[in-house]
């Protein structure tokens, strides 16, 4: 079992602290309490994990029994057709390119212009600073929502409408970024950077060979928000893109259940499919994302 | 040779920098050099472009009668602003906005925090836990409103028909104008509330585990330690949450817009969909714009109002 958790082992260890070890084992294992309190877990979990169990269970079905009623979690006769025809279809795949590609785009881009921003902020002055940094953070309490309108027209005038650079550029900008990596530049002591900058490197250099490495927990948590934000991002690629072989996969499964009718296995089968890139990137980046948001200081 | 004397300078003789030629050895605070902006320009460009530029052109479209569809462009002053402070349908579209996130922000918060309690000392399911209650988080919208909405069909749906294996006859959930909003809340807390959690479970971590093992030996019980110990010093988490809660729920629009389309009857039709409506349905960008302002007032508003009271709580 992956036990992300780091903390875990500080107190199972604890050879230092004499006085609570003889108490542990008055506690049985397996009390009333604790007991109860794992079954209201797994309970709550189960639960909560239903939906997505719902979901393949009915589209595994064979359409006649998707509708049988009572509903049944289990199907008589699994089958993977409504995978094979949803796939034979052809667009989904598109779609995940599409915001494979639109998605790589808007992660590296935001991370490098907010990295060089932070760094930029964090470790020189320079003339118009303060109010350069102020005109960024008050962006933060500008709502992307409702920019919808002008950044439209704003794509129309540059012909950017219906391409991927069309839907990546303007969720590149995420002032809030910059104030977060700011916050976290900050607290590396100069000290690190002395002894580089002595031996001639510049500020380039200096970026990236100390800062950078000193800031991997940040990085990667930014990185992946970025990367789920921009996956997951609906409203701004549903303006922006009408030719359905240019539509991101949230925007062409909006539009794609219309065609299914009432083929509910089908639905279900292209739902999963939609959810499983993300799916495998939280499993595969579990650790980083707990550990990230709590080394970012996101937290408070 | 020069690098080597000079790199420790600025500390006590600021009155030597001028010479110095600019950025590679000495990178410390100096008033006179521009190395940083250029580290601040890439980034200075893309916000002046996409935030502030359509910012700017926003706030000039609510005085026209600009079309999306294209045609002549004139000047009409404060119109926009008046239809849009007196169109009933505006005030309806932020009331539903305003429901919504008062029906979703205490659950939001409390449903997380009783998730990361349950993670905190359940340790041995940690991993089932935090996939389970993490996961619908990183599901695009659409796949959890087909999700959802496949459970929610009143005929067909998981709910309805397991309540009907005990001879109940469920709601209409979605398409009934008293049970949509709260349908919609639930779908979207299931969805989200992975993001409170996270912050929930990080911040319980940075709990010094000597303040729990000191409260064990004085004999207190689970319930004593959660609430002297645990629920106080998520203080300043949960007003953290909650304020990023608040905001995020008050820019709701896509879950809903794809599982009612604002129905039934417009009852749980967004500010942003309104917005939307006009703007790219009713192609009227001023009037959709001067819409967006007013939104945008009432959205920084509160953020300000939340930031006061959180940084209050704080210091």
Redesign the interface.
């Known amino acids: 079992?992956?036990?992300?958790?780091p903390?875990?082992p500080?107190?199972a260890q604890g050879p230092a602290?004499t006085?609570?070890r003889p108490?542990a084992p008055r506690r049985r294992r397996w009390s009333v309490?604790s007991v109860a309190?794992?079954t209201?877990?797994?309970l709550?979990?189960?639960v909560?994990?239903a939906?997505?169990l719902?979901?393949f269970a009915?589209s595994v079905k064979p359409e006649g029994e998707?509708?049988v009623?009572?509903?049944t979690w289990l199907p008589d006769n699994a089958t993977f057709e409504a995978y094979t025809s949803v796939l034979g279809r052809g667009d989904i795949l598109r779609w995940t390119m599409n915001s494979l590609i639109t998605t790589v785009i808007v992660t590296v881009?935001t991370l490098?212009?907010?990295v060089?921003?932070a760094?930029?902020?964090s470790?020189?002055?320079?003339?118009?600073?303060p109010g350069?940094f102020a005109?960024?953070i008050g962006?933060i309490?500008?709502?992307?929502?409702?920019?919808?309108?002008?950044?439209?027209?704003?794509m129309t005038q540059l012909g950017m409408v219906d391409t991927y650079w069309g839907v990546a550029?303007?969720q590149?900008?995420a002032?809030v970024f910059?104030f977060i990596l700011k916050r976290f530049f900050d607290a590396i002591p100069?000290d690190y950077?002395?002894a580089a900058?002595?031996d001639?490197a510049?500020?380039v250099r200096?970026l990236w060979s100390v800062i950078l490495p000193l800031s991997r927990p940040i990085l990667t948590a930014v990185g992946i928000f970025t990367f789920?934000g921009a996956?997951?991002n609906?409203?701004w690629p549903f303006?922006v893109v009408n030719d359905p072989e240019m539509m991101t996969?949230?925007?062409g499964?909006?539009t794609a259940?219309g065609q299914y009718g009432i083929q509910?296995a089908q639905?279900?089968a292209?739902?999963v499919l939609?959810?499983l890139p993300?799916?495998v990137?939280?499993?595969l980046f579990?650790r980083h994302?707990?550990t990230g948001?709590?080394g970012a200081g996101?937290?408070? | 040779m020069t690098?080597?004397t000079q790199?420790p300078a600025p500390r006590t003789a600021p009155g030597s920098a001028p010479a110095a030629p600019r950025?590679?050895?000495d990178?410390?605070?100096?008033?006179s050099?521009?190395?940083?902006?250029?580290?601040?320009l890439?980034?200075?460009a893309?916000?002046a472009?996409?935030?502030?530029?359509?910012?700017i052109?926003?706030f000039g479209?609510t005085f026209t009668d600009r079309s999306?569809a294209g045609g002549d462009v004139s000047f009409i002053g404060l119109d926009n602003w008046s239809e849009t402070l007196t169109d009933s349908d505006m005030y309806d579209s932020l009331w539903n906005t305003l429901w919504f996130t008062v029906l979703s922000v205490p659950l939001m918060v409390v449903l997380a925090l009783?998730?990361a309690l349950?993670?905190d000392?359940?340790?041995?399911?940690?991993?089932?836990?935090?996939?389970?209650?993490?996961?619908?988080?990183?599901?695009?919208?659409?796949?959890m409103?087909?999700?959802?909405g496949?459970?929610y069909n009143p005929s067909?749906?998981?709910f309805n028909?397991?309540l009907?294996?005990f001879g109940i006859e469920g709601p209409e959930w979605l398409f009934s104008e008293d049970t949509a909003m709260f349908s919609v809340v639930a779908a979207t807390a299931?969805w989200q509330v992975g993001f409170n959690y996270?912050?929930y479970?990080?911040?319980m971590?940075?709990i010094p585990?000597?303040v729990y093992?000191a409260a064990?030996?004085d004999g207190a019980g689970?319930w004593q330690r959660i609430g002297r110990i645990t629920l106080p010093m998520l203080a300043?988490?949960t007003?953290?949450i909650a304020v990023l809660q608040l905001i995020g729920s008050l820019?709701v629009?896509?879950q809903i817009y794809?599982m009612t389309m604002g129905g039934p009857n417009f009852a749980t039709r967004t500010v942003?969909q309104y917005?939307?409506d006009s703007?790219?349905v009713g192609l009227r960008?001023g009037l959709?714009?001067s819409m967006?302002?007013v939104?945008?007032v009432l959205?920084?508003a509160a953020?300000?109002a939340q930031f006061r009271l959180f940084s209050r709580k704080e210091g």
């Open positions: 079992m992956a036990t992300s958790t903390p875990a500080r107190t602290t006085a609570p108490a309490g309190l794992y209201v877990a797994s709550a979990a189960i909560w994990f939906p997505l719902w979901a009915t998707t509708t009623m009572p509903p881009l490098v212009l907010c060089l921003a760094y930029g902020f470790r020189f002055d320079f003339r118009g600073r350069l005109l960024i962006g309490l500008i709502p992307p929502q409702t920019l919808i309108v002008p950044q439209f027209v704003l550029l303007p590149v900008v002032p910059v100069r950077e002395d900058r002595l001639g510049g500020p200096v789920i996956w997951n609906f409203l303006i996969l949230p925007v499964l909006g259940v509910y639905v279900m292209s739902a939609g959810a993300l799916l990137v939280f499993l579990q994302i707990v948001v709590a996101i937290k408070g | 690098q080597n790199a950025g590679l050895v990178v410390r605070r100096r008033p050099s521009w190395t940083g902006l250029w580290f601040v890439p980034f200075l893309f916000y472009v996409f935030l502030l530029w359509p910012a052109v926003g479209y999306l009783g998730m349950l993670t000392h359940a340790r041995r399911l940690g991993w089932f836990l935090r996939l389970s209650f993490f996961a619908p988080f990183v599901l695009p919208v659409t796949v409103t087909l999700i959802w496949w459970m067909l749906g998981l028909g397991t009907s294996r299931w996270l912050l479970l990080a911040a971590q940075s585990k000597d093992e064990a030996i689970v300043r988490t007003a953290l820019r629009f896509e794809l942003i917005i939307y703007g790219f960008i959709a714009s967006a302002y939104f945008m959205i920084i953020s300000i």
